[in-house]
């Protein structure tokens, strides 16, 4: 399919597809979200992402004994990335080069904090009309995602089943 926020996918012989960038809490609830062409770098869609957290969404102060932080990958390494973070008063969590990982794997006694992002895009892809793009227009898919996200937040308080 085709339309808006689409691009030539390079891991899928350029076949038109949807790059969505997404910004949970602690518990993997979805907070914001970003959609734009597969082509488009992971770093590209920071600001359009932090930009969509609700204005009226309750974020408490971050302090220096309570720094909020945001977890992300390689993709994310760029001095661009860095300025953003500090603009939305955010910590930058980078995973740890890979023989400083095998350093802090031996160290550490905790799960790495880039699951929880890994397991809400798990939820996100049960519903199949999200997996595969079928929604040419941009509006319908991103609304298709929000839709999946009051879901995934009902059934994790607790109300379903």
Not at 138 to 145: C, M, P, R, V
């Amino acid at each position: 399919m085709g339309g808006k926020k689409t691009g030539k996918n390079p891991t899928d012989r350029a076949k038109k597809g949807t790059k969505r960038s997404l910004l949970v809490e602690a518990e993997g609830i979805p907070v914001g979200l970003a959609v734009d062409g597969a082509n488009r770098p992971d770093q590209k869609l920071t600001r359009q992402t932090l930009e969509s957290i609700p204005a009226d969404a309750h974020r408490p102060e971050p302090t220096t004994e309570a720094p909020q932080g945001l977890c992300l990958d390689l993709g994310y390494t760029s001095k661009e990335v860095e300025e953003i973070a500090a603009e939305f008063r955010f910590t930058r969590h980078l995973p740890a080069k890979a023989k400083e990982a095998q350093q802090v794997k031996r160290q550490a006694r905790h799960k790495a904090r880039r699951w929880v992002v890994e397991r809400t895009h798990s939820w996100r892809n049960r519903f199949r009309g999200i997996l595969i793009r079928w929604s040419k227009k941009a509006e319908n898919y991103i609304a298709l995602l929000h839709m999946s996200f009051a879901f995934i937040i009902y059934g994790r308080m607790g109300l379903v089943g």
